[in-house]
T-cell receptor
Framework: GENVEQHPSTLSVQEGDSAVIKCTYSDSASNYFPWYKQELGKRPQLIIDIRSNVGEKKDQRIAVTLNKTAKHFSLHITETQPEDSAVYFCAAREDTGGFKTIFGAGTRLFVKA | DSGVTQTPKHLITATGQRVTLRCSPRSGDLSVYWYQQSLDQGLQFLIQYYNGEERAKGNILERFSAQQFPDLHSELNLSSLELGDSALYFC???????????FGEGSRLTVL
């Protein structure tokens, strides 16, 4: 089955700096790669996603890149703000009859003002 | 508000007991997913249902079972509870094929 590895587990940046979180997946059948943000005590919420037929997607300060050959995908946050502090999860979805979305272990991002 | 409703929000019980967690998906969503999030851990996929049928299974223990009813709400049953079952259990729903999971607020289970 699918396995998603996520690095780093903790990331601390200064406000205004960029943050990069990297993930790898194992199952070449996975074709959808979402990123979720979970604030303390809250539910995870989708912030951006990318499908396997696209190499890069951008939404304001957030961008995601996908390298299908290497089975790598990354989240880039530019001009970080204190409200970006949260846990970020990458995920990969297998479409094998069901839609099993497997999450990485998460990255706790701290943005220091 | 995601539109996904989970009850109860909090539950405290003893080892060996059985509990049922309930989830109502967003209106129109046919797929329901259950995830377990232990303290400072990631989201572990348990099981997925689509329109009443089991579609995908993760690392769900044999002591756990779930079902989706004709009105599309779902229940996760946890039995013979152990201390290690203490966790936040999330339900999520999606429109089949769209990808995005809409999570409920979670049910926090504490086993003493």
């Amino acid at each position: 089955g699918e396995n998603v590895e996520q690095h780093p587990s903790t990331l601390s940046v200064q406000e205004g700096d960029s943050a990069v979180i990297k993930c790898t997946y194992s199952d070449s059948a996975s074709n959808y790669f979402p990123w979720y943000k979970q604030e303390l005590g809250k539910r995870p919420q989708l912030i951006i996603d990318i499908r396997s037929n696209v190499g890069e997607k951008k939404d304001q300060r957030i961008a995601v890149t996908l390298n299908k050959t290497a089975k790598h995908f990354s989240l880039h946050i530019t001009e970080t703000q204190p409200e970006d502090s949260a846990v970020y999860f990458c995920a990969a979805r297998e479409d094998t009859g069901g839609f099993k979305t497997i999450f990485g272990a998460g990255t706790r991002l701290f943005v220091k003002a | 508000d995601s539109g996904v409703t989970q009850t109860p929000k909090h539950l405290i019980t003893a080892t060996g007991q059985r509990v049922t967690l309930r989830c109502s998906p967003r209106s129109g969503d046919l797929s329901v997913y259950w995830y377990q999030q232990s303290l400072d851990q990631g989201l572990q996929f348990l099981i997925q249902y689509y329109n009443g049928e089991e579609r995908a299974k993760g690392n769900i223990l044999e002591r756990f079972s779930a079902q989706q009813f004709p009105d599309l709400h779902s229940e996760l049953n946890l039995s013979s509870l152990e201390l290690g079952d203490s966790a936040l259990y999330f339900c999520a729903s999606s429109v089949q094929g769209s990808g995005e999971l809409f999570f409920g607020e979670g049910s926090r289970l504490t086993v003493l």
